[in-house]
């Protein structure tokens, strides 16, 4: 919005502005001057071009025919700008040429002579001209415009005169003429002429140069960046063709504003092909413009578009100068644009302000100010508005340029504002589903919990269930009938509390610190194993930690030491015991060895006690090995991984 309206603001400013440097040179402005008309054919006319060059740059004078007139009587007295709106009728007998006459004066004021004297004006419609001073000699011409004839339409005339004329005129009037040719009968423009000292005249020439030639330049850079720009939008975005209408409608009005930057064809079959294809241009520009607008509406108008592009390529096709034989096509083409300008706005305006987007109706806004100055460029053309107006239709380009950007631009907000509001929503989806996550994982983890410990519970049940439950049911029984006597209830007794303790020291955290709970036994059962006559040598090293080491392997590991243990102090009849650690790196090593009695491997391999223990070291993925014989004592080997990622036996099986 703010873009749009400084474009427009800027467009009325330089408008208005265009005023200021003409009221600031009215003293030096000549409305006044002298009018003579001479009838010329074509051989004049070219003779009089080949005058001018052949005495350009070096003294020589005119036939006396190709000269302003001599007659005072041929004078007659002219209010400039002067016009020729519309062709006039002519008859075969006239002149094919004028050669239009007009005749300046310029005395300063007080008698102070410039430095330097200049000729501005701002438009001249006409074949080449020329400006010619008068001297003691005759008429010298200074000034040939036929290098530039073809873009003089469009360009402001700006004539340096000589500074030795200042010299040679001081102290008297200086006379001029500007020599000005037109087709008999046809259009023609001569704007108003102010003939002054250089440095007053030059800032207005430059502001109408700017206005004129430096904006539509300026214009065609911005075209080209914004085209080259929205074309790489395209590329990346190749579901959006409306940045592909936006380049190609850039290219387009840059070929269109050619005539302002580029010198025109020499030959009369050139310049006709390139003012059909900058003129032909126009009405692709305006199809481009519409359809790219229309991008801005809430649905599609293919057939609109399409017969309007229909429309566009038939005057084009109609008006190729090969068809001048048969009619103007310069005409044609102004008329279809102008059919193309009118239908295509009023389309637009129509359906943006029924349906259309707050973007789309900025554009026809822009549409329609361009639509107004492109006919009071047509009226240029004709000669209907003054000889020192402007064209507008570059300004008209910075209309609906600064409207596309605003319109790109709001849809550019508009989509970092959706992506904003998509972001917003999805940290706050995030958020829940985090909590939701969060939540579920409590759960989850107090499940768990209350798993482990179900599990936990069942395990202790079912380990006391076997050990301490049989135990004691077996004595009760045994004391129900009579069959135990005293110290054998103790011992039984002694044995429970023993397995009570040993259930609870397992319980107990030991920082997967093998070496601990072995002290904790050792601990617990010291004096019974010394009651029962037995000594314990304790011959344990440090060890590795386990991480693998929770209650339940502990307990598993505490029930081998105390199965080992048991059978030393109760079967073996050994008086001495020993426990042994070892790290053997990948492994550590736990022997329990006794000078007992020993015993038959064959024989207790039927039995179910060694199946037992060999059953609690597979669970902890080691291996158990048991070594004796008779008469030569018991020695228990167990071999746990440090690092245990699955609960297979290591290299070493299990025997007997």
């Known amino acids: 919005m703010r873009s749009f309206l400084a474009c427009i603001g800027l467009l009325a400013f330089c408008l208005l502005g265009l005023a200021a440097p003409a009221q600031a040179q009215q003293a030096a402005q000549a409305g006044q001057a002298e009018l003579a008309v001479s009838d010329w054919s074509r051989q004049d006319l070219k003779a009089w071009w080949a005058g001018l060059r052949a005495i350009d740059g070096a003294q020589g004078d005119l036939p006396a025919h190709l000269q302003p007139p001599s007659d005072p009587k041929a004078w007659k007295p002219v209010r400039l700008p002067d016009v020729q709106e519309t062709p006039r009728a002519g008859t075969e007998e006239q002149p094919a040429y004028q050669m239009r006459w007009y005749r300046l004066r310029y005395e300063?004021?007080?008698?102070?002579?410039?430095?330097?004297?200049?000729?501005?004006?701002?438009?001249?419609?006409?074949?080449?001209?020329?400006?010619?001073?008068?001297?003691?000699?005759?008429?010298?011409?200074?000034?040939?415009?036929?290098?530039?004839?073809?873009?003089?339409?469009?360009?402001?005339?700006?004539?340096?005169?000589?500074?030795?004329?200042?010299?040679?005129?001081?102290?008297?009037?200086?006379?001029?003429?500007?020599?000005?040719?037109?087709?008999?009968?046809?259009?023609?423009?001569?704007?108003?002429?102010?003939?002054?000292?250089?440095?007053?005249?030059?800032?207005?020439?430059?502001?109408?140069?700017?206005?004129?030639?430096?904006?539509?330049?300026?214009?065609?850079?911005?075209?080209?960046?914004?085209?080259?720009?929205?074309?790489?939008?395209?590329?990346?975005?190749r579901d959006e063709p409306a940045y592909l209408l936006f380049a190609l409608a850039c290219l387009a009005w840059l070929f269109r504003n050619l005539h302002y930057s580029l010198d025109m064809p020499s030959t009369k079959l050139a310049l006709d092909w390139f003012w059909w294809a900058t003129h032909a241009s126009m009405a692709w520009v305006m199809l481009l413009i519409f359809m790219f607008a229309l991008r801005f509406a809430h649905r599609r108008f293919a057939r609109f578009e399409l017969g309007l592009g229909a429309f566009v390529l038939a005057s084009s096709l109609l008006s190729v100068p090969v068809m001048g034989r048969l009619y103007d096509s310069v005409v044609v083409l102004h008329l279809a644009n102008a059919v193309v300008g009118v239908l295509g706005t009023a389309f637009v305006v129509r359906v943006a302000w029924r349906e259309g987007s707050a973007e789309l109706r900025w554009i026809s806004l822009s549409l329609m100010a361009g639509l107004v100055l492109g006919l009071h460029d047509l009226g240029m053309l004709a000669g209907w508005w003054g000889a020192e107006h402007i064209y507008l239709m570059p300004f008209s380009t910075l209309i609906v340029l600064a409207s596309f950007l605003y319109a790109v631009q709001c849809r550019y907000v508009g989509a970092l504002r959706q992506n904003e509001f998509a972001n917003e929503q999805l940290a706050q989806r995030l958020v829940a589903q985090g909590t939701a996550l969060q939540s579920q994982h409590d759960r989850l983890r107090e499940s768990e919990r209350q798993q482990a410990l179900l599990v936990e519970r069942q395990r202790l049940m079912q380990d006391m269930h076997d050990g301490l439950g049989s135990s004691l049911l077996s004595a009760m029984v045994a004391v129900g009938q009579g069959t135990m006597e005293q110290d054998q209830v103790v011992e039984v007794l002694r044995e429970c509390v023993d397995d009570l303790r040993l259930v609870i020291d397992s319980l107990e955290p030991v920082g997967h610190d093998l070496v601990s709970l072995l002290a904790t036994m050792r601990y617990r059962l010291g004096k019974r194993l010394q009651a029962g006559g037995l000594k314990l040598e304790w011959d344990v090293h440090d060890l590795p930690q386990l991480d693998w080491l929770e209650p339940p392997d502990a307990l598993h590991v505490l029930r081998l030491m105390q199965e080992a243990l048991n059978n030393a102090l109760k079967h073996a009849r050994a008086t001495r015991v020993r426990i042994v650690t070892r790290d053997l790196g990948s492994k550590i090593e736990i022997r329990v060895e006794d000078d007992g009695e020993g015993f038959d491997i064959e024989t207790v391999q039927r039995g179910r006690g060694l199946r037992g223990l060999q059953k609690r070291a597979k669970h902890l993925g080691g291996s158990l090995r048991v070594e004796s014989s008779p008469g030569h004592g018991t020695v228990m080997t167990l071999r746990l991984p440090v690092n245990r990622d699955s609960r297979e036996p290591l290299d070493d099986p299990p025997s007997a």
């Open 108 to 237: 300063p004021e007080h008698e102070r002579w410039p430095t330097s004297l200049a000729l501005y004006m701002p438009r001249l419609v006409t074949l080449a001209a020329a400006v010619l001073v008068r001297t003691d000699q005759g008429w010298r011409p200074v000034f040939d415009n036929q290098n530039g004839a073809r873009e003089q339409w469009v360009r402001p005339l700006w004539v340096v005169l000589p500074a030795a004329l200042s010299d040679l005129h001081k102290g008297k009037a200086i006379e001029l003429v500007v020599a000005a040719p037109v087709y008999t009968g046809s259009l023609f423009a001569v704007s108003s002429v102010r003939l002054g000292p250089r440095d007053e005249l030059e800032p207005a020439y430059n502001w109408r140069w700017g206005l004129q030639i430096g904006v539509p330049l300026a214009t065609g850079m911005t075209l080209v960046v914004l085209g080259a720009f929205a074309l790489s939008l395209w590329l990346k975005r």
